[in-house]
């Protein structure tokens, strides 16, 4: 039995404190906010896990050194813009060399920094880890079959956030890639938005099984250019991830998706969602990825162009539609008779 501490009370930190409790474990569950903390522990639910009771033995707590003291593992699951400034106030209380899992997804803007190197530089104390994949806290909260991949630099490391995870109803991979396995996570949430504006359009299958193709190209460029694994693109984090982001009723990118593709503007969109959409916040960190390292991403583009510039959900379809020709694959060559 591993004592652990989960630093967020959202739906993510709460799902996956549940099912480490279910795994044998001891869970601390942290919250930025008392009275939050106390609605957890006095009705057992959480307001955005509809159906999920939460163990009596499973503390709720306001008080950092509380979720963090005497842990064996740390999972910090905290909106990506939160991640920096909720590990400063970590750092007080981090042992020498303690293991911080990060479940965020996201790019800093200010930085172009992954969570992970954030964490670092917050924490140079902490060995830092990845945790990643298609799996909504809706799903996990109720035990559904789910595949994620731990990413550490060392072996030892990730196969111990695989070994706490690893259950009948949530089987964990491994992997030495965590710049792959952390941009897979940020930038399909802005694909996602693509698809969501496509669905709020009323376009159908041909246009989002178009957008989630041509979005893990756009991904994958990105990716190994900054140095990920191409294996990483086509996997969990990769492939995986943008299917179930793109596609699922659980999706808060798709949702605020389908908002602004009917009409919404993106304040209107994020408030009616109410809950963190983080492909607003990669989506500009994305695209200056992309001038960073000169990759050509038209549906980031267009994306930052709908959010950010008031360009028509409709003009920006057309324009991504009227690119100049060109081939599928780059990489292939025709062989001449």
């Known amino acids: 039995m591993e004592e652990i501490g989960i630093i967020g009370a959202g739906t993510w930190g709460t799902a996956l404190g549940l099912l480490l409790h279910n795994n044998g474990h001891k869970v601390a569950v942290w919250s930025a906010f008392e009275e939050e903390a106390a609605k957890l522990r006095d009705t057992r639910e959480h307001p955005h896990l509809s159906g999920v009771s939460l163990p009596e033995d499973m503390i709720f707590t306001a008080s950092m050194e509380e979720a963090m ?28 060399g303690q293991l911080v899992v990060n479940v965020a997804k996201g790019i800093e803007e ?36 789910t595949t994620c991949v731990a990413g550490a630099a060392a072996e030892k490391e990730a196969r111990k956030v695989q070994s706490v995870f690893m259950s009948p109803a949530f089987r964990v991979y491994t992997s030495p890639d965590v710049l792959g396995i952390e941009l897979g996570g940020s ?6 938005l693509a698809a ?3 669905d709020g359009l009323g376009y159908g299958d041909n246009t989002k099984a ?5 979005g893990i190209h756009e991904i994958c460029r990105l990716g190994m250019k900054m140095g990920g694994a191409f294996e990483t693109f086509s996997g969990l984090s990769g492939m995986g991830d943008l299917i179930v982001t793109c596609a699922s009723v659980h999706s808060r990118n798709r949702r605020a998706g ?3 593709g ?42 930052n162009q709908v959010l950010f510039a008031q360009k028509s959900p409709k003009e920006a379809v057309r324009e991504l539609m009227t690119r100049d020709k060109t081939s599928e694959m780059g990489t292939l060559s025709w062989k001449e008779p």
């Open 258 to 260: 389908i908002l602004i």
């Open 210 to 214: 178009a957008l989630i193709t041509r």
């Open 69 to 96: 003291a005497g842990k064996g593992l740390l999972v910090l699951s905290v909106p990506s813009i939160y991640v920096r400034s909720t590990a400063k106030r970590m750092a007080p209380y981090l042992a020498q």
């Open 110 to 145: 200010s930085t172009l920094l992954t969570l992970s190197q954030v964490i670092e530089e917050e924490l140079p104390g902490a060995r830092v880890a990845v945790l990643s994949g298609p799996s909504h806290a809706e799903e996990v909260s109720r035990g559904i079959p």
């Open 187 to 192: 930038l399909k949430n802005v694909i996602a």
């Open 196 to 198: 969501g504006i496509a």
């Open 262 to 303: 009917k009409g919404y503007s993106v304040k209107e969109a994020m408030d009616e969602v109410n809950m963190v959409v983080e492909g607003v916040h990669s989506a500009r960190a994305a695209w200056k990825l992309a001038e960073k390292y000169q990759v050509e991403m038209p549906i980031v583009e267009q994306v």
